[in-house]
T-cell receptor
Framework: NAGVMQNPRHLVRRRGQEARLRCSPM?????VYWYRQLPEEGLKFMVY????????ESGMPKERFSAEFPKEGPSILRIQQVVRGDSAAYFC??????????????FGPGTRLTVL | GNSVTQMEGPVTLSEEAFLTINCTYT??????LFWYVQYPGEGLQLLLK?????DKGSNKGFEATYRKETTSFHLEKGSVQVSDSAVYFC????????FGQGTELSVKP
């Protein structure tokens, strides 16, 4: 059973370009979470999605960032007009159902975004 | 709101030394508690978890006990190895995961 897959593993963008990060959850998992890890910091929650629905986006910056999890295909985290401060590792996690007190989130290897 | 506080690192130990990484939390209700480990350049791997008070999670020689009275979930290992060198994150969940800032552990031969 393949784990959570993310691509690309490394992404380099120039300021002003768009970054698209993809996440395929574990087989049988329908809940996806995105987290960001800034240099020398811990992980911060960004957004929680189910198929075709955003459940909690309280951690998403108000501008330039968006996320989706379509009926078919991977979840996408999109960052428009990237700035140097967006440079970070972005991790996706999945769980088999709503992550209540008994469910565990399984993490992908992350996408390391560098903005030049 | 909910939060997690970990002891600051880096922590440097000799091989076979005893390890404790402190973690305390603030939460409403009764969250599940987790320890994740991150090796250099990799994602997070679940190390252990506990879902209710007095539960003990354990894995690969690591242990942590969910202490409601002290709101703590300290990570311990009796004899560390060089291969345990990594960053350790304490976390709680009530939906989304809330992480501590991470503690870097370096084990020297």
């Amino acid at each position: 059973n393949a784990g959570v897959m993310q691509n690309p593993r490394h992404l380099v963008r120039r300021r002003g370009q768009e970054a698209r990060l993809r996440c395929s959850p574990m087989k049988g998992h329908s809940h996806v979470y995105w987290y960001r890890q800034l240099p020398e910091e811990g992980l911060k929650f960004m957004v929680y999605l189910q198929k075709e629905n955003i459940i909690d986006e309280s951690g998403m910056p108000k501008e330039r960032f968006s996320a989706e999890f379509p009926k078919e295909g991977p979840s996408i985290l999109r960052i428009q007009q990237v700035v140097r401060g967006d440079s970070a590792a972005y991790f996706c996690a999945s769980s088999p159902r709503a992550s209540d007190d008994t469910d565990t989130q399984y993490f992908g290897p992350g996408t390391r975004l560098t903005v030049l | 709101g909910n939060s997690v506080t970990q002891m600051e690192g880096p922590v440097t130990l000799s091989e076979e030394a005893f390890l404790t990484i402190n973690c305390t939390y603030t939460a409403t209700g009764y969250p599940s508690l987790f320890w994740y480990v991150q090796y250099p350049g990799e994602g997070l791997q679940l190390l252990l978890k506990a879902t209710k008070a007095d539960d003990k999670g354990s894995n690969k020689g690591f242990e942590a006990t969910y202490r409601k009275e002290t709101t703590s979930f300290h990570l311990e290992k009796g004899s560390v190895q060089v291969s345990d060198s990594a960053v350790y994150f304490c976390a709680l969940t009530g939906g989304k995961l809330i992480f501590g800032q991470g503690t870097e552990l370096s084990v020297k031969p």
